[in-house]
């Protein structure tokens, strides 16, 4: 069975530009969580989705966040305008939320921001 | 916030020996998780804790759900060289999957 999907698994940009960060959940899974890892403050998390609603995005660093789920198989995380603190390793997990504990990661976006 | 303090931060063992990490917090779970990660790669839920002194096994791993709901330890017995990684404690005081992680513990398996 596949996994979380996300894409791109790295990317490499300039300040200033806008970068969006995309994840397929796994199959069959109603909840969608985003997080971020970084070396100084762990894995945070950022928004959770349910049924393609969001539901707690207290997560969310500022505005130039934002995050859509249009779909049941698909959310984006977009960052616009892009600073160089917002380079980070972004994770998606999901999981059904009968058991909202026990959630599935994706392998991650590698986001440099120069 | 909910904070987690886990520990040791690493530990440099070698093949064969016993390993334990442990993670408390300020603050009552109702769930408590253990992550393994692997570089360039994302967490990998390796068990998941429901009940006030749940002792649960998976292999050579074993977690126990503190009594009083502030604390968890994971053990992992004869330790081999794939065992390397981070090794995360997650726990969940929501309803719905919001989870606190511990800092990590990055395990490191000599042959």
């Known amino acids: 069975d596949a996994g979380v999907i996300q894409s791109p698994r790295h990317e490499v940009t300039e300040m200033g530009q806008e970068v969006t960060l995309r994840c397929k959940p796994i199959?069959?899974?109603?909840?969608l969580f985003w997080y971020r890892q970084t070396m100084m403050r762990g894995l945070e998390l950022l928004i959770y989705?349910?049924?393609?609603?969001?539901?707690?995005d207290s997560g969310m660093p500022e505005d130039r966040f934002s995050a859509k789920m249009p779909n049941a198989s698909f959310s984006t995380l977009k960052i616009q305008p892009s600073e160089p603190r917002d380079s980070a390793v972004y994770f998606c997990a999901s999981t059904q939320s009968i058991s909202p504990s026990t959630q599935h990661f994706g392998d991650g976006t590698r986001l440099s921001i120069l | 916030g909910q904070q987690l303090n886990q520990s040791p931060q690493s530990m440099f063992i070698q093949e064969g020996e016993d390993v334990s990490m442990n993670c408390t917090s300020s603050s009552i779970f109702n769930t408590w998780l253990w992550y393994k990660q692997d570089p360039g790669e994302g967490p990998v839920l390796l068990i998941a804790?429901?009940?006030?002194?749940e002792l649960t096994s998976n292999g050579r791993l074993t977690a126990q759900f503190g009594i009083t709901r502030k604390d968890s330890f994971l053990n992992i017995s004869a330790s081999i060289p794939s065992d390397v990684g981070i090794y995360f404690c997650a726990g969940d005081g929501t309803s719905y999957g919001k989870l606190t992680f511990g800092q990590g513990t990055i395990l490191t398996v000599h042959p």
């Open positions: 199959s069959g899974h109603n909840s």
């Open positions: 804790l429901y009940k006030a002194g």
């Open positions: 989705f349910n049924n393609n609603v969001p539901i707690d």
